[in-house]
């Protein structure tokens, strides 16, 4: 088993019940136990004129392959009404890979540590209510540094539900 830390996103249709339904799907998926869910966030969209993002992280542990994750991940976004017309538009659900195990993944589908992780609040400080502080990506940053460099700004936690 490896821990792994998908990263959930919503700026359409109801997001934290797009998130929590996410949730349970992730619950669902074979080989795997859902860990731990960080509280809701919401945060201003990267592009402008788009609604704002709902956002948390899961921790899960698996046997399931990256590739194969992947492939269940998107198989969950689909079933709750993800199109991918354009590139970072609105979107029902985005479920990504941010850390998996310590693992360095460079292959043309999927990219971990995500690709822009130490620059996005909305990840970094869900994030952190699941990892531990001293938690190290495989080039050495250690999570408790990222957070010191990528100020909580523009994120607002949102009340538990």
Not at 7 to 21: H, T
Not at 56 to 77: F, G, M, N, Y
Not at 120 to 141: M, Q
């Amino acid at each position: 088993m490896e821990r792994i830390y998908i990263g959930m996103g919503s700026n359409l249709a109801d997001p934290a019940e797009q998130l929590r339904s996410a949730v349970e799907a992730l619950a669902q998926l074979p080989q795997t136990e859902l860990i731990g869910v960080s509280g809701f966030y919401q945060s201003d969209s990267l592009l402008p004129g788009q609604p704002r993002y709902t956002n948390a992280v899961a921790a899960l542990d698996s046997t399931l392959p990256p590739l194969e994750l992947l492939d269940a991940l998107q198989a969950i976004e689909n079933e709750q009404g993800r199109e991918r017309l354009e590139r970072w538009g609105p979107r029902t659900l985005d479920l990504d890979i941010v850390l998996f195990g310590d693992r360095l993944i460079d292959e043309p589908r999927l990219k971990v540590p995500h690709y822009h992780l130490q620059e996005r609040a909305f990840v970094l400080y869900p994030l952190a209510e699941l990892a531990p502080a001293y938690l190290r990506l495989a080039d050495g940053r250690s999570l408790s540094d990222l957070l010191a460099a990528c100020p909580f700004v523009g994120l607002e936690r949102l009340p538990p539900n």
